[in-house]
């Protein structure tokens, strides 16, 4: 599905981070806290930001608007950091990327395939991006699953999908694909990506899933995800598991409708869970939540993205997963049935998002959240938890205390690599 928002006619898929590129099913959770590091003392930089008493410091020193800002990570318009962008001021107030970035003291931002031209030019984007985000480094995101939802495809290896990589029964083989994946997006300065799904797709007629799945059997899926996980941490760069609980067992997407996952908590428990958790076991860096409603974890009927009893009581204390949950993209009709887009930001914060993906109005979101906060409605406390995993989240992936250089030189010998290639045609075998 493809969602209209640029007013130059550019197709910005809707899918991003969503059900069509970003959101997910759950997996089970353990009895007990898995023994696991967490995410965020993975890869952890060699600067004195990054080596743990220097969170403190940048929490500190950041008002409460700047620790809001660092919450949000919308897509902004245009092909450069300073490209005059009727959209970007129609929708916020900034005539350029670069300046909603220090307008909104943005956290992050996701590319989309009208963001990309050649590799100099996305060098040159992520790169100014970079510089306005001043004090705090941006995470830099897209959807590069590879296959069906590949952003960055027109300048990276054209890697197979996950239904043919899972199809090996090889996790060597999904390892070194998402390691190859990851190096060719640190190389133009993109830092997290939205892969792997970690969705078991046991409906054939799923319209959003399907072949983004590594396949039907939970046990087969947990072994590619945590492959995949890996190899994107041998890249250095920050994967994210989608879409928890679970968005493998629907038939309808998620980003024109609510779906319902009737699956009771033992089939959940048995289908759904285990790639989450082995997606969590090996380090994974954010989990993306989906805007399904999932009745027996949470009766409520609320979307799971703004789901306290599966954002905060499955994912976060039964799972024991300590790093950034993402929301799907807040700009999907899953999740905007029910509220405002004034309300959607605040419910996920309190539900327990960390990362708020693709605000369908980012000023009324993000003032949304200021007030919200203000008031007592989110307390500081949780505010400051939120903020704190995304710092550590950067630390980890070497964003602090200054985000490293892209190099257009360098990005041209690893994009589309003798090497990479192989890799893909190994993995296509």
């Given at each position: 599905?493809?969602?209209?928002?640029?007013?130059?006619?550019?197709?910005?898929?809707?899918?991003?981070?969503?059900?069509?590129?970003?959101?997910?099913?759950?997996?089970a959770?353990?009895?007990?806290?898995?023994?696991?590091a967490?995410?965020?003392?993975?890869?952890?930089?060699?600067?004195?930001?990054?080596?743990?008493?220097?969170?403190?410091?940048?929490?500190?020193?950041?008002?409460?608007?700047?620790?809001?800002?660092?919450?949000?990570?919308?897509?902004?318009?245009?092909?450069?950091p300073?490209?005059?962008?009727?959209?970007?001021?129609?929708?916020?107030?900034?005539?350029?990327?670069?300046?909603?970035?220090?307008?909104?003291?943005?956290?992050?931002?996701?590319?989309?395939?009208?963001?990309?031209?050649?590799?100099?030019q996305?060098?040159?984007?992520?790169?100014?991006?970079?510089?306005?985000?001043?004090?705090v480094?941006?995470?830099?995101?897209?959807?590069?699953?590879?296959?069906?939802?590949?952003?960055?495809?027109?300048?990276?290896?054209?890697?197979?999908?996950?239904?043919?990589?899972?199809?090996?029964?090889?996790?060597?083989?999904?390892?070194?694909?998402?390691?190859?994946?990851?190096?060719?997006?640190?190389?133009?300065?993109?830092?997290?990506?939205?892969?792997?799904?970690?969705?078991?797709?046991?409906?054939?007629?799923?319209?959003?899933?399907?072949?983004?799945?590594?396949?039907?059997?939970?046990?087969?899926?947990?072994?590619?995800?945590?492959?995949?996980?890996?190899?994107?941490?041998?890249?250095?760069?920050?994967?994210?598991?989608?879409?928890?609980p679970?968005?493998?067992?629907?038939?309808?997407?998620?980003?024109t409708?609510?779906?319902?996952?009737?699956?009771?908590?033992?089939?959940?428990?048995?289908?759904?869970?285990?790639?989450?958790?082995?997606?969590?076991?090996?380090?994974?860096?954010?989990?993306?939540s989906?805007?399904?409603?999932?009745?027996?974890?949470?009766?409520?009927?609320?979307?799971?993205?703004?789901?306290k009893?599966?954002?905060?009581?499955?994912?976060?204390?039964?799972?024991?997963?300590?790093?950034?949950?993402?929301?799907?993209?807040?700009?999907?009709?899953?999740?905007?049935?029910?509220?405002?887009?004034?309300?959607?930001?605040?419910?996920?914060?309190?539900?327990?998002?960390?990362?708020?993906?693709?605000?369908?109005?980012?000023?009324?979101?993000?003032?949304?959240?200021?007030?919200?906060?203000?008031?007592?409605?989110?307390?500081?406390?949780?505010?400051?938890?939120?903020?704190?995993?995304?710092?550590?989240?950067?630390?980890?992936?070497?964003?602090?205390?200054?985000?490293?250089?892209?190099?257009?030189?360098q990005?041209?010998?690893?994009?589309?690599?003798?090497?990479?290639?192989?890799?893909?045609?190994?993995?296509?075998?």
């Amino acid at each position: 599905m493809f969602r209209r928002t640029g007013t130059a006619g550019l197709l910005v898929m809707a899918l991003a981070a969503c059900a069509g590129g970003g959101g997910g099913p759950a997996g089970a959770a353990p009895a007990t806290r898995p023994e696991v590091a967490p995410p965020s003392t993975v890869q952890q930089s060699s600067s004195s930001a990054g080596q743990g008493s220097g969170l403190p410091g940048v929490l500190s020193k950041m008002s409460v608007e700047e620790k809001v800002g660092q919450l949000f990570m919308p897509v902004l318009y245009g092909t450069g950091p300073g490209s005059v962008s009727g959209e970007n001021q129609a929708r916020y107030g900034a005539q350029t990327p670069a300046k909603v970035v220090a307008k909104y003291h943005l956290g992050g931002v996701i590319l989309f395939p009208a963001n990309i031209q050649s590799t100099g030019q996305v060098v040159d984007l992520t790169n100014g991006l970079q510089q306005a985000s001043k004090d705090v480094p941006l995470l830099i995101g897209t959807d590069q699953e590879n296959g069906l939802v590949s952003r960055m495809g027109a300048l990276m290896t054209d890697f197979p999908g996950a239904s043919v990589i899972g199809a090996t029964k090889d996790t060597a083989v999904a390892r070194s694909v998402a390691k190859a994946t990851g190096e060719e997006l640190r190389a133009v300065g993109v830092n997290l990506d939205f892969a792997p799904v970690a969705d078991v797709n046991i409906d054939p007629r799923n319209p959003v899933i399907g072949k983004r799945a590594f396949g039907d059997q939970p046990g087969e899926v947990a072994k590619m995800v945590a492959a995949s996980v890996k190899g994107f941490n041998d890249a250095k760069v920050a994967a994210t598991a989608k879409h928890f609980p679970g968005h493998g067992d629907t038939n309808i997407d998620s980003h024109t409708g609510l779906p319902v996952i009737k699956h009771t908590k033992e089939q959940w428990e048995r289908i759904d869970a285990p790639p989450f958790k082995a997606a969590i076991a090996a380090g994974v860096d954010a989990v993306m939540s989906a805007h399904i409603v999932f009745p027996k974890l949470d009766p409520s009927r609320d979307p799971a993205t703004l789901s306290k009893p599966i954002l905060t009581g499955l994912l976060r204390n039964k799972l024991g997963f300590q790093g950034v949950i993402s929301t799907d993209a807040l700009n999907m009709e899953g999740v905007r049935k029910k509220y405002s887009d004034a309300e959607i930001p605040v419910r996920a914060v309190q539900a327990g998002a960390d990362l708020l993906l693709m605000p369908n109005n980012l000023p009324v979101a993000y003032n949304a959240v200021l007030a919200a906060v203000k008031s007592g409605k989110i307390s500081k406390e949780r505010l400051d938890q939120s903020v704190t995993r995304l710092l550590k989240l950067k630390q980890a992936r070497g964003l602090l205390p200054k985000a490293p250089v892209a190099s257009a030189a360098q990005a041209a010998k690893v994009l589309r690599s003798t090497e990479h290639r192989k890799v893909a045609a190994r993995a296509a075998r």
